[in-house]
């Protein structure tokens, strides 16, 4: 699928544990401007619904798991983010919807850019004009 984009991070460690470090245009592919973390969520509850227009996001599952629908508005597929080094680059026009969180899911976003509610397309029929 077009703008997306699974990353194993490399794992450092030794017998006290491990550590996965992440630096700009090195480990992702753009400056980190905002950081926040998603965890309590409900069960049976669908986070996100929405698109970015220019904005990049990795989002990582550092306790837990969690599924993500993508639909770049003409694929769809579903990615299950189950292990700390995994993360999953969403670029641009991407639609998202987050599901199925375990109890203990902490879902950690790394963001291209700080918060700006003009940048969401939460209208599924307007991103879908957007992407076609």
Not at 47 to 52: D, F, N, V, Y
Request: charged share 30%; proline share 2%.
């Amino acid at each position: 699928m077009r703008n997306t984009e699974l990353i194993d991070f490399t794992v450092k460690g030794d017998q006290r544990g491990s550590l996965v470090a992440i630096e700009n245009f090195k480990d992702i592919p753009f400056e980190i401007k905002r950081v926040y973390y998603v965890f309590g969520t409900k069960l049976n509850l669908k986070r996100g619904k929405h698109a970015h227009s220019k904005l990049q996001q990795v989002l990582i599952c550092v306790s837990g798991t969690c599924k993500i629908e993508l639909d770049d508005g003409k694929e769809k597929i579903i990615t299950n983010l189950n292990k700390p080094s995994l993360g999953l680059y969403i670029g641009s026009l991407i639609w998202r919807e987050i599901f199925d969180f375990s109890p203990e899911c902490v879902l950690l976003v790394l963001a291209s850019d700080i918060y700006d509610e003009d940048e969401y397309i939460r209208d599924y029929s307007r991103f879908k004009k957007l992407v076609d």
